[in-house]
């Protein structure tokens, strides 16, 4: 196990609802990484947070948003769900050192959460 | 840019025989590359990294994996697989000079039959 905590596992929307996800960093990681796998391939970055902020995006649409606490937790929102958004959705912790890029581990994933749009 | 080939979407082998992963990279900078395993309906573990050094990384499990910079590959390699090897793998790349972003291939599903 990670210590990477994500809510809930699963979720049934329809198209046009929106959807929030919710993940816990393993103790002592700054930083949130989130993913979208589509069934049959792998991981595509969305966004990472680092300090509250965003801190890189992936190509996907404004209506995919996020945010990270002062405990460094993090949500995913996906607004007007279309089909295509069905997928389970990773969250990933690490930690960042400083303003300088000087993180060179691994990410530690949680089990995710699989949202079915219909 | 940066992006990961995995060629093969299946792998089969026998239990006690060796187990090959390829995996080939393509990263602007200096790459660091990671593997990972996912078994059904489950997130990602992760094997081994390789960031600088040795050209060969051991991971969990029994893996190791041998960085070839000329070949911009990154094969996983298990000398003798199990039956409980069977999963999901996932090879990943990152520039080393950018954080944000972790780029996976398409996977492979390795079958290790008894």
């Known amino acids: 196990e990670t210590g990477v905590t994500q809510s809930p596992t699963h979720l049934i929307k329809t198209r046009g609802q929106q959807v929030t996800l919710r993940c816990s960093s393993q103790s002592g990681h700054n930083t949130v990484s989130w993913y979208q796998q589509a069934l049959g391939q792998g991981p595509q970055f969305i966004f990472q947070y680092y300090r509250e902020e965003e801190n890189g995006r992936g190509n996907f649409p404004p209506r995919f948003s996020g945010l990270q606490f002062p405990n460094y937790s993090s949500e995913l929102n996906v607004n007007a769900l279309e089909l295509d958004d069905s997928a389970l959705y990773l969250c990933?912790?690490?930690?960042?050192?400083?303003?300088?890029?000087?993180?060179?581990?691994?990410?530690?994933f949680g089990e995710g959460s699989r949202l079915t749009v219909l | 840019a940066q992006s990961v080939a995995q060629p093969e979407d299946q792998v089969n082998v026998a239990e006690g025989n060796p187990l090959t992963v390829k995996c080939t990279y393509s990263v602007s900078g200096n790459p660091y590359l990671f593997w990972y395993v996912q078994y059904p309906n489950r997130g990602l573990q992760f094997l081994l990294k390789y960031i600088t050094g040795d050209n060969l990384v051991k991971g969990s499990y029994g893996f190791e994996a041998e960085f070839n910079k000329s070949q911009t590959s990154f094969h996983l390699k298990k000398p003798s697989a199990l039956v409980s090897d069977s999963a999901l793998y996932f090879c990943?790349?990152?520039?080393?000079?950018?954080?944000?972003?972790?780029?996976f291939g398409a996977g492979t599903t390795v079958t290790v039959r008894a």
């Open positions: 990933a912790s690490s930690l960042r050192q400083g303003a300088r890029i000087t993180n060179t581990g691994e990410l530690f």
């Open positions: 990943a790349v990152r520039d080393g000079g950018n954080d944000y972003k972790l780029s």
